[in-house]
Each structure stands twice: as C-alpha cells, then as structure tokens.
T-cell receptor
Framework: GAVVSQHPSRVICKSGTSVKIECRSL??????MFWYRQFPKQSLMLMAT?????????EQGVEKDKFLINHASLTLSTLTVTSAHPEDSSFYIC????????????FGPGTRLLVL | AQSVAQPEDQVNVAEGNPLTVKCTYS??????LFWYVQYPNRGLQFLLK??????LVKGSYGFEAEFNKSQTSFHLKKPSALVSDSALYFC???????????FGPGTRLSVLP
C-alpha cells in the first residue's frame, strides 16, 4: 500500500515558539494532502487541505495565520504551528489520497505536539 | 451535508467470537465508504473500502464490511476476533466527486482473552 511519513513523531516546545511538521508521500505523488487534528479519545478534525502549487484551503474556525501550510512539491507538505500555546498541544495527522481507487486516503503516523 | 454515525463508543467481545462494529452514513448521491483502524499514538491504517460492486467487501486482517444501501449502513465484521484487534475503529464517507472524508466519532473495540 501507499506510504505516508511524518516528522517529527513527537515534539515538545516552549510557548511562543514555532514548530514545523513535515508530511511526505513516499511512493506516490500527491497534489493534495490533508491535515487533521485529533484530541484525546475523539475523532479526527479536518484542519485544512494542502494543495500543491496553490494556497491551502482552511476549514471554518482554523486560523490560517497560526497554522501555516506549504505544499512545496508533489510529495511534501508542511504544517507550521506559529507562536504555539499550550492549547495547541494535540495529535496532528496528515494524509494523502490516491487519485485512483476511490481516493483512499493514506495516513501518516502522526505527530504528538506538547507546548509547555 | 455528509455525516457518519458510529452508535457504539465501545464494543467488547471475547476472543474467538465474531465482532461487529456499526456504522451508518448520510451523503448525497452514491457514497464511497471506508474503514480505518488506529492503534495508540499511531496514524490511521486503511482496512477496506466500498466504491461499487459487491456489497460484501473483504479487507485486511480478516475484516469485512457489508454495504446496505437501504439501511445506509456499512458495518465492519470479523468472524473470529483476536486480542490484537483491540483498537479504535473509524468509519468514513466520501461523496462521489468530492475529496474530503467525513469521519465517524470512532468505536473502541476491546477483545478480551
């Protein structure tokens, strides 16, 4: 199956700093990638759709200036949490869909962010 | 608007017994339906999908799911549960022509030895 990687898997940072999370599709190209946030014992909340070569599309209520998304190539999307605060602590997961097979999304392993 | 319901927060089953994790959906037009499994502190792993064709879909690790259009359901099943099946299961729907998935709230499956 298709493989999506995420880096780092875990990050601890001080309040006010910025954190960058990378999402890579390893064996397929993805013009679109998705960024999700998951709170403990809850489902995934779609934050934004990352589009290669154009601006990301953000879901309602997600601050685009706080969660910067860049889709630099057909295999890489980055999410930067700017000026992180403790309430940004969460599990962030990216996914990339295949263009065939009904658009099955393949997920990265997730990044656990803890802001102190 | 699309929506997915998983009516059970938790399902407990004894090892070796059959298991069912329920999912119902609402979507305009024909749905694409998916099941994913999540182990602790991990991303989601794809189990199976229904796009078209046979209503009974077979997937990874011995799981299968039955698409029922009249009941708008897509229940996940396995004939004989393993302790290692214990995890969080998510049902998702995608409208034909759209990209976004809508996920259900998840069902925690516990298989007891």
């Amino acid at each position: 199956g298709a493989v999506v990687s995420q880096h780092p898997s875990r990050v601890i940072c001080k309040s006010g700093t910025s954190v960058k999370i990378e999402c890579r599709s390893l064996d397929f190209q993805a013009t679109t990638m998705f960024w999700y946030r998951q709170f403990p014992k809850q489902s995934l909340m779609l934050m934004a759709t990352s589009n290669e070569g154009s601006k990301a599309t953000y879901e309602q209520g997600v601050e685009k200036d706080k969660f910067l998304i860049n889709h630099a190539s057909l295999t890489l999307s980055t999410l930067t949490v700017t000026s992180a605060h403790p309430e940004d602590s969460s599990f962030y997961i990216c996914s990339a869909p295949l263009t065939s097979g009904g658009g099955t999304q393949y997920f990265g392993p997730g990044t656990r962010l803890l802001v102190l | 608007a699309q929506s997915v319901a998983q009516p059970e927060d938790q399902v407990n089953v004894a090892e070796g017994n059959p298991l069912t994790v329920k999912c119902t959906y609402s979507v305009s037009g024909n749905p694409y339906l998916f099941w994913y499994v999540q182990y602790p502190n991990r991303g989601l792993q794809f189990l199976l999908k229904y796009i078209t064709g046979d209503n009974l879909v077979k997937g990874s690790y011995g799981f299968e799911a039955e698409f029922n259009k009249s009941q708008t359901s897509f229940h996940l099943k396995k004939p004989s549960a393993l302790v290692s099946d214990s995890a969080l299961y998510f049902c998702a729907v995608r409208a034909m022509g759209g990209q976004n998935f809508v996920f259900g709230p998840g069902t925690r499956l516990s298989v007891l030895p």
